[in-house]
């Protein structure tokens, strides 16, 4: 598959086969680290990290690991990506690090990393499967932002807070409060049920937006006239 | 002579969706009087808010679901939804309380899941339960009832109940334990020594002043309603008999560790309102008779268990939407014997070998 076009890999990562929207993998981090932005986009770069690194690395043993072991040997690759990204936000984001807690590790159970590396990154070259990797994550990153902003706004009134956990100290001020300093937060949509309530209104604006699209390249494809346009008569009348 | 045949049924039944749901609201009023008549007008005001925003919400997402609208406002479940949520919230709360209240029962709980007959959960339950999750505070001050207000205290009047509600004036003033946090915080007291000196219970007779009268009206309201055939006996009786065995076999003669009587239980909080009007809902319970007692007693036993070991302040809309939850199960198991059949079927056969 030497043709991938890299337009189409970036397009089914980030929109059409989006793993927080339409695959509805990896919902497990989706719904349990989004009550806020720091925590949603300190998880999922870390999760975009193992993704594109485990897909460069099955990509490249493909040919050397039979069919009959090839999963254990991706959980091994993508275990060992998920403790390097381990070590390292201990190392440089400690507190978050403390805040996202088991769901660090529990990457390596992420249904989007093994997902991907069997599905794709097994059967393409390594260019391709790392690009795939890196737009795979970034549309699970880009869900994990959208319902981490929405929760926080709702849920406490605040945006971008805390950001100084992974930027450091410079981003204390980032913190916008939307509401003003009186919002006493809407507890629910911190709460786990908040997190399903807002996945599955993002799942149906997606489906919204699909339709809607759809429906605008019907209309643009009726519109075109149709040469040589003729009446078809046949000896029976249905 | 010209004999036209019709097929069955024979019998005609005038009940319509609307003329039910114009009962049932027929039969919430003894209970808001009740309300009213203990508490002061603060829950008036919560039924009317809820049900401009019912009317307000309904009528904006049909619209938007290019659903008749007009139709649809007509059957009146959006005012029922409406004014049982108005009775369940406490009184004078602010508005926005209310009005968040509605937009998850209406919006999210019923609307979203395809309209009336399509919600799997109790559309006022879910409102309380979404309420009461995120404003814990403002759930839990109920206003102190007419006869338990110590002295110089007295009830809002309307214009005071107005202000309470849409300023940002404090309810402190009138606020105190309910009969059931009452007892959850009675610190090792005996039932007698409690009953004898907690004002809640001394102005009461036997489940704290106010509330006993507010469930007896509601228990009337849900006879008229038994007695119109609007429902059957079954789901209210199966919920009363589960909580009043539970609180006889744990009454524990009435010692400090009691949970309370079996009288105490069927005459504080949402009791006969859960059983009569919210465990009879015909969407979200069990269909056939046998279902109903099972999904009646379900709500019985947790309301139970929820209110003796639990934190909240109270229990029936936490069991009824756990039972909701449940009632497609029992469904399941229960599916009525046809006639000239030996066995119920089950609802989808299972393999055989």
Redesign the interface.
């Given at each position: 598959m030497s043709q991938t076009s890299y337009r189409e890999i970036a397009l089914q990562g980030l929109w059409k086969n989006n793993p927080g929207l339409v695959q509805l993998l990896g919902l497990c981090p989706l719904l349990a680290v989004t009550g806020s932005v720091v925590n949603a986009l300190g998880l999922g770069i870390a999760t975009m990290l193992v993704l594109a690194g485990s897909n460069l690395a099955v990509s490249l043993i493909r040919n050397a690991v039979s069919d009959a072991v090839r999963l254990p040997a991706f959980v091994m690759i993508i275990a060992a990506f998920t403790t390097c990204t381990e070590l390292l936000m201990q190392a440089f984001t400690f507190e978050l690090y403390q805040i996202l807690g088991i769901f660090i590790p529990l990457i390596v159970t992420n249904c989007v990393i093994l997902g991907r590396a069997d599905a794709f990154a097994s059967k393409n070259s390594p260019l391709p499967a790392t690009m795939d990797g890196f737009m795979m994550g970034s549309g699970f990153l880009l869900v994990l932002l959208a319902i981490g902003s929405i929760r926080e706004i709702i849920g406490s009134g605040t945006f971008l807070a805390n950001m100084h956990l992974l930027f450091g100290e410079t981003a204390r001020g980032w913190q916008v409060n939307v509401f003003g300093e009186n919002y006493?937060g809407?507890?629910?949509a911190i709460?786990p049920?908040g997190a399903f309530?807002v996945a599955g209104l993002l799942i149906a604006l997606k489906n919204i937006i699909d339709a809607r699209i759809q429906k605008h390249l019907a209309a643009r494809q009726s519109q075109e006239p149709k040469a040589n346009r003729r009446v078809r008569t046949t000896g029976q009348i249905a | 002579m010209a004999f036209i045949r019709v097929s069955s049924p024979h019998a005609h039944s005038a009940n319509t969706t609307a003329g039910v749901m114009r009962q049932v609201l027929l039969a919430t009023l003894p209970g808001l009087a009740a309300l009213t008549a203990y508490f002061g007008p603060g829950t008036l005001i919560n039924v009317i808010l809820a049900c401009l925003a019912a009317v307000v919400f309904e009528a904006t997402v049909l619209k938007m679901r290019q659903r008749p609208v007009v139709f649809y406002l007509r059957d009146c479940s959006a005012l029922v939804t409406a004014v049982l949520l108005g009775l369940a919230l406490p009184p004078y709360c602010p508005w926005w309380v209310v009005i968040v209240g509605m937009f998850f029962a209406i919006v999210v709980a019923k609307q979203l899941y395809g309209g009336l007959g399509y919600n799997p959960f109790n559309p006022a339950m879910v409102g309380y339960v979404v309420l009461l999750i995120s404003f814990p505070l403002e759930m839990s001050q109920w206003a102190t009832p007419r006869g338990a207000l110590a002295d110089g205290q007295s009830l809002p009047n309307l214009m005071d109940a107005l202000a309470k509600v849409f300023g940002e004036a404090d309810i402190d003033g009138y606020s105190s334990a309910t009969p059931l946090d009452t007892l959850r915080q009675s610190g090792g007291q005996t039932l007698n020594d409690l009953y004898s000196s907690a004002p809640i219970f001394t102005s009461g007779r036997w489940a704290g002043g106010g509330w006993e009268w507010v469930n007896i009206a509601f228990l009337l309201g849900g006879a008229y309603l038994l007695y119109k055939k609007v429902f059957t006996w079954h789901a209210p009786v199966a919920m009363l008999a589960s909580l009043g065995i539970l609180a006889i076999a744990l009454y524990d003669s009435g010692s400090s560790n009691s949970a309370g009587s079996p009288i105490f239980h069927w005459l504080s909080g949402a009791t006969m309102l859960g059983a009569f009007f919210i465990v009879t809902d015909p969407v979200t319970s069990a269909v056939s008779n046998k279902g109903r007692l099972i999904y009646g007693a379900g709500v019985g036993i947790l309301v139970f268990v929820i209110r003796t070991w639990g934190n909240y302040p109270d229990a029936v809309a936490f069991a009824v939407l756990l039972m909701n939850f449940a009632a497609p199960f029992i469904d399941y198991y229960t599916v009525p014997r046809t006639y000239g059949h030996n066995k119920a079927p089950r609802a989808t056969a299972k393999k055989t070998e």
């Open positions: 006493r809407f507890l629910v709460l049920p309530l | -």
